[in-house]
T-cell receptor, first 112, second 110 residues
Framework: NAGVTQTPKFQVLKTGQSMTLQCAQD?????MSWYRQDPGMGLRLIHY???????DQGEVPNGYNVSRSTTEDFPLRLLSAAPSQTSVYFC???????????FGQGTRLTVV | TQLLEQSPQFLSIQEGENLTVYCNSS?????LQWYRQEPGEGPVLLVT?????EVKKLKRLTFQFGDARKDSSLHITAAQPGDTGLYLC??????????FGKGTRLSVIA
């Protein structure tokens, strides 16, 4: 029972590089979201999706893109990495907006 | 943006002590969730409260939702080192996505 799987777990990027953080869930959840967690800032919502083909911006969307072509996958793309994007990124899924959110183990990203 | 303020930000106590952490907002929430996060892991749901005034118990943890559904508290009785972690409250209001507080980092010393 995998739940929410994020890859990679650790990544170091140089400023200006691009990359995609992967997120997959096997619970057939419609609702998926990406958060970043910084010291003293809690979890801040980057982007979310209420179903395949539908995405929307959260609190801190700048510098990130998402797409939702399938129910299972919700990748997060960093177009041109900046040191300010150094953070721990969490993907979460839930059956509906207000129900329990299941989180992946996170991706620790460092941009140098 | 609905804000959830959690207090205290940090708490360090001895094993066996009791503690309460708070989650407050000026907004009304249709439901409020409490999560615990351990180092290197994602948050895990502890409880969801939905009704104003609701009290839920999970072993030594007692959760309360305020009558006006704007605040919540988590009380731990006889804290143990295994309770150490980051406690996050998260609320749902209207059509907005789940919004999280900044968390209370609890350390229980044996």
């Amino acid at each position: 029972n995998a739940g929410v799987t994020q890859t990679p777990k650790f990544q170091v990027l140089k400023t200006g590089q691009s990359m995609t953080l992967q997120c997959a869930q096997d619970m057939n959840h419609e609702y998926m979201s990406w958060y970043r967690q910084d010291p003293g800032m809690g979890l801040r919502l980057i982007h979310y999706s209420v179903g395949a083909g539908i995405t929307d911006q959260g609190e801190v969307p700048n510098g990130y893109n998402v797409s939702r072509s399938t129910t299972e996958d919700f990748p997060l793309r960093l177009l041109s990495a900046a040191p300010s994007q150094t953070s721990v990124y969490f993907c979460a899924s839930s059956s509906r907006r207000a129900t329990e959110a299941f989180f992946g183990q996170g991706t620790r990203l460092t941009v140098v | 943006t609905q804000l959830l303020e959690q207090s205290p930000q940090f708490l360090s106590i001895q094993e066996g002590e009791n503690l309460t952490v708070y989650c407050n907002s000026s907004s009304v929430f249709s439901s409020l969730q409490w999560y615990r996060q351990e180092p290197g892991e994602g948050p895990v749901l502890l409880v969801t409260v939905v009704t104003g005034g609701e009290v839920k118990k999970l072993k030594r943890l007692t959760f309360q939702f305020g009558d006006a559904r704007k605040d919540s508290s988590l009380h731990i009785t006889a804290a143990q080192p295994g309770d150490t972690g980051l406690y996050l409250c998260a609320g749902v209001s209207g059509n907005t996505p789940l919004v999280f507080g900044k968390g209370t980092r609890l350390s229980v010393i044996a």
